[in-house]
């Protein structure tokens, strides 16, 4: 029976940051297995390496309404401005353009400076001489976690991952099978998202058999889906995803029949996306077998080229409808191990690449080199396309992730990048905006309890023992909620605002139409399609939601489960309760609290599970089930 094998090197100390200075490096040495023998032996990236990493903190702050505005003017008009309350703080003279603040904005809370930036702009709009006035916008970085290590992962920003997580960082109901030497459950990164943990060499879920003593399999499984923003760590790809570790092989040589029982496993204990990172040079049918099992069920494969330094992408990666991933370094070229050539997909960061490492028995953060830690960058990407379009196919996120690539050779594929560098904000926004104009619909109701119900297929996740599954049902009934597409309804998943925008919408009947438009740039209109930008407008406009600020509804952002209350609140116009009323939680925000009193005066967070104990947090992202019992309340009032 043929062999497959995961060859690695070590590179101890390659730096270190003490006191804020960057000591040399310590030296060089390791162990490198065997080279791939001419009976098709596989490796598991050979030649990949790891070293110990540069330690630094870092963090970010996001951006609120910035309170100033710009106005341009026609040309000879001078400007005045203080009938307005309004100063001159700055200007551009070539276009003619005034930046302008409030004279008082120091006295005045947030929401008030808000509502005068944008009465004077509407002012100034009608008034001769003003071209144009808008609200001077905030030019930003996209979302950079504060894991202490996340400054020197240069792969995520590389390749695009702060934009992708604007959208999303993984849903916990989407899965990440990691098929490796198993990971250590003990790193902090893993924490509570290990699911159906398997050894297939000696067929046991014990933990002592599937957890990770070699190090690869946790490195891997570290840049594929890290916990991010979490203080700790690194940054994987995927944030709250589901990981899966299949443990394949008990040091660095594996056989294809334990690989495609792997596969298998995953398949069957249900896995969305499977990694592989290890690699042979023979086509076998066991390996093509089991790759068209996991096709065949809609399990999207990812797996690692190769590191042999020549033509030819070695198997499974090779196999048509795996996406193939080779390397390159921080200067976009191809790395010099990397294969190329035929059958090659795409490229990804592989150099120097920051995750999880055991020495001594004892998980570390280090530098890999190799294709096997560009692959489950990838495979964490499409974890998160699969957390926007839980229908997504194999074929279309291998489609999406060729057309968003950045081509970096000749243009089209070519046999050093295939269809180029992997672009994860492009291919997440491509994903989310294809699910969207596929799975939503004009359809409007009217609020009331004497709707007309229709018959519904049941949620194969939504049984009788399930939480919230009357209320997910009866909303179904309505035509106010719809499944995935796939049969489920993962009551679970979190939402963002233009979602739920949508959802309370048609539960209060509000009319739509494509006349209805909102102030906020940053949702889409979509030409023959209602969602997102009339459903959010017709929200905003009858007082249930507001934007982050004048201009921006950030739509692709989690919606918390105090937003959802409060635009529960405002929908049902819900009266101010007596004086006396006090709730079972505290006064947990000056925005949100007044809206959740009279919310829970009106009995509509009763069906909340937890609320009001010790541990409920008003600003986790409400579930998809939450969601449906405060609109279920709503409707039943």
């Known amino acids: 029976m043929r062999r497959i094998r995961v060859t690695l090197r070590l590179v101890l100390a390659g730096a270190l ?4 200075v960057l000591l040399p490096a310590l030296g060089h040495g390791g162990v490198q297995a065997a080279s791939l023998g001419s009976a098709g032996s596989a490796s598991a990236d050979s030649g990949s390496t790891w070293s110990w990493p540069i330690q630094q903190l870092g963090s970010s702050t996001p951006s609120t309404g910035t309170g100033r505005i710009v106005v341009r003017l026609v040309a000879g008009v001078a400007p005045d401005f203080s ?53 001077d916008g905030r030019v930003e970085s996209s979302r950079i976690p504060n894991d202490p290590s996340y400054h020197d992962q240069w792969g995520p920003p590389q390749v695009g991952l702060p934009a992708a997580w604007d959208v999303t960082t993984g849903s916990a109901e989407v899965t990440i099978a990691v098929l490796d030497t198993g990971i250590d459950r003990n790193i902090p990164d893993f924490s509570g998202r290990i699911v159906s943990p398997h050894n297939v060499v000696n067929d046991s879920s014990d933990t002592s058999s599937w957890t990770d003593t070699e190090g690869h399999g946790s490195g891997v499984a570290g840049v594929a889906a890290a916990a991010g923003n979490d203080g700790q760590g690194i940054a994987g790809a995927a ?11 008990e040091s660095d040589l594996a056989y294809d029949s334990t690989l495609a029982a792997g596969i298998t496993y995953a398949v069957d204990h249900g896995a969305d996306v499977i990694n592989v990172s290890f690699t042979g040079g023979v086509d076998t049918r066991v390996q093509r077998d089991a790759v068209d099992y996991a096709l065949t069920h809609n399990v999207i494969m990812v797996a690692s080229a190769g590191n042999h330094s020549s033509a030819g992408v070695e198997y499974p990666a090779a196999y048509p409808g795996v996406i193939s991933v080779g390397a390159v370094d921080q200067m976009d070229a191809r790395s010099s191990y990397s294969a190329y050539g035929a059958g090659l997909d795409l490229v ?31 495979a964490g ?76 297929q049941p949620f194969s996740d939504v049984g009788p023992t399930t939480q919230y599954a009357s209320q997910i049902n009866d909303l179904a009934s309505r035509g106010l909620v719809t499944g995935m597409g ?44 209602l969602y997102p930008y009339h459903y959010v407008a017709v929200a905003w406009k009858n007082g249930v939601t507001q934007g982050t600020n004048p201009i921006h509804y950030s739509p692709f952002a989690n919606i918390s489960r105090a937003q959802v209350i409060t635009m529960v609140a405002r929908a049902a116009e819900l009266a101010e309760p007596p004086d006396w009323f006090v709730p079972t939680f505290g006064n947990f925000s000056a925005d949100h ?36 019992v405060l609109l279920y309340d709503l409707l039943h009032r």
């Not at 001159?88 to 070539?94: L, Q, Y």
């Not at 944030?239 to 092989?249: A, D, E, G, Q, S």
């Not at 679970?492 to 494509?514: C, D, N």
């Not at 007044?594 to 579930?623: C, E, M, Q, V």
Request: proline share 5%; hydrophobic share 40%.
């Open 83 to 135: 009938s307005l309350g309004l100063r001159e703080i700055d200007s551009v003279p070539g276009l003619n353009l005034h930046v302008l603040s409030l004279v008082d904005a120091g006295s005045l809370g947030l929401a008030e400076a808000e509502a005068r930036i944008v009465a004077d702009m509407q002012i100034m709009r009608m008034t001769p001489g003003v071209v144009w006035a808008e609200e």
């Open 381 to 456: 990407v499409v974890a998160l396309m699969r957390s926007v379009d839980t229908n997504l196919t194999p074929s279309q996120a291998a489609d999406i992730l060729e057309q968003t690539a950045k081509d970096l050779g000749p243009a089209g594929w070519d046999r050093d990048f295939g269809y180029g560098l992997i672009d994860a904000g492009a291919a997440v926004r491509t994903a989310f905006e294809a699910a969207s104009t596929t799975t939503t619909s004009s359809t409007s109701t009217t609020l009331s309890t004497t709707t007309t119900t229709t018959p519904v």
């Open 17 to 20: 940051l003490t006191a804020g």
């Open 486 to 529: 796939d049969g489920t309804f993962r009551p679970g998943q979190s939402l963002t605002r233009q979602q739920f925008a949508k959802m309370i919408v048609l539960t209060m009947g509000y009319p739509v139409s494509e006349a209805d438009s909102s102030p906020f740039t940053d949702v889409r209109d979509v030409v023959g399609n």
């Open 239 to 249: 944030w709250n995803v589901k990981i899966m570790p299949i443990k394949i092989t």
């Open 593 to 628: 609290y007044p809206y959740a009193r009279k919310a829970a005066y009106a009995g509509l967070l009763d069906g909340l599970s937890g609320i009001g104990s010790r541990g409920y947090d008003f600003w986790t992202p409400a579930t998809r089930g939450e969601a449906c």
């Open 348 to 378: 990804a960061p592989g150099d120097g690449i920051l995750s999880w490492a055991i020495a001594d028995g004892v998980s570390r953060l280090g530098l890999w080199s190799g294709t096997s830690f560009a692959a489950p960058l990838v």
